[in-house]
């Protein structure tokens, strides 16, 4: 637990140098400070620093078990974190970097054990995001990121969610504004033939074939090998408090029976859908994928906080561009 916490506000296009020096010197000496980037709010400590990085996992309640991203500023950094850099990396790398695209790769001797669960890979992404960037590169280190956000619950968004859930237990916390992407990174396992993608995330498989070819997109069980070569494996995880149901078809039955209970109904459906029910809180989604996923944490956490009973989820189509959305109302 930290003495105190500081938040500091900047503009993500054009982020102020003395916010950027603050949060770079907090990561080298071995403090945690959160951070935006284009996917969610990420909680950093130096990758190197065994010691750091320990502190992620006690802010977070985070299990040990469960690995961490290591954030870098570019494929330099990010080759001499790998023992093995494969032709694919490369590949992917320079289509998909600066963005929401996650490689695992087996690590170099670099990597604390702590940082990858004592596994024998690493993750690793350059994030599309002006001020991580800029913190990344003045800081000199690479920074191992989860989100910013106790252990099981929903990802942040915006700085307010961040400060709800870890004021006084990080060093900084970078207020730059909601994030764009909404929903975590891509992972994609490169130790694999053909690579495995451990997570869906906002880039697509598809997009991800038309560079390296087929890839095997079968689901991952979190305990299909221990230890765990991603973060986002486990069946709980992206949590609100509120006790959530995800349907598929019309949530009007479910809606109008716990209304008629009495109970506090937040109802996130499509906005080309049909029936509302008097009395509860609407929000109609987006009926575009990426549109829905910017939304859908933020959204989440407004619920959250309103005092509901209960969180009705109407399932989006079960086609490819909704992968990672199904994905991560699966684990809520």
């Keep these: 637990m930290v003495s105190a ?3 500091l506000a900047t503009d993500a296009d054009s982020p102020d140098a003395a916010v950027i020096a603050q949060a770079a010197e907090t990561l080298r000496a071995g403090g945690l400070v959160a951070f935006p980037t284009e996917t969610v709010y990420g909680l950093g400590a130096n990758a190197l620093d065994a010691r ?5 996992f006690i802010a977070k309640g985070r299990p040990a078990g ?3 991203i290591v954030h870098v ?3 330099q950094a990010a080759r001499v974190l790998v023992a093995d850099w494969p032709g694919a990396a490369d590949l992917l790398a320079k289509q998909f970097w600066p963005g929401p695209l996650t490689l695992v790769m087996k690590k170099s001797a670099l990597v604390p054990d702590i940082v990858t669960a004592g596994g024998p890979t690493v ?9 991580a960037l800029a913190i990344l590169d003045a800081a000199g280190v690479p920074v191992a990121a989860p989100s910013a956000n106790r252990s099981a619950q929903l990802s942040p968004t915006r700085a307010e969610h961040v400060v709800r859930d870890l004021l006084g237990r990080v060093d900084v916390i970078v207020d730059a504004g909601p994030t764009a992407g909404g929903l975590e990174s891509t992972v994609l396992d490169l130790t694999t033939t053909p690579p495995r993608l451990l997570r869906p995330g906002l880039v697509s498989p598809a997009e991800i074939e038309a560079i390296v070819g087929p890839i095997e997109r079968r689901p991952v069980a979190a305990l299909d090998k221990q230890p765990l ?3 986002g494996l486990l069946e709980r995880h992206y949590s609100p408090r509120t006790p959530i149901e995800c349907l598929a078809g019309s ?3 479910r809606v109008t029976e716990l209304t008629h209970q009495g109970q506090r109904i937040g109802w996130l459906r499509l906005a080309a859908t049909g029936d509302v029910v008097a009395g509860v809180t609407l929000v109609l989604m987006p009926d575009e994928p990426a549109a829905y996923a910017a939304m859908l944490y933020a959204v989440l956490h407004e619920l959250d906080a309103a005092g509901l009973d209960r969180i009705i989820v109407e399932l989006p ?10 994905d991560r109302l699966g684990r809520m």
Excluded: D, F, Q, Y
């Excluded at 189509?317 to 199904?326: C, F, N, S």
């Design 123 to 131: 993750a690793l992404r350059v994030p599309g995001h002006k001020l």
């Design 5 to 7: 916490t500081r938040i």
């Design 73 to 75: 500023a570019n494929t």
């Design 317 to 326: 189509p079960r086609t490819e561009p909704w992968l990672a959305i199904h």
């Design 251 to 253: 949530g009007v039955p």
């Design 229 to 231: 070569r991603s973060p």
């Design 52 to 56: 750091a990085v320990a502190g992620i």
């Design 66 to 68: 469960n690995p961490l």
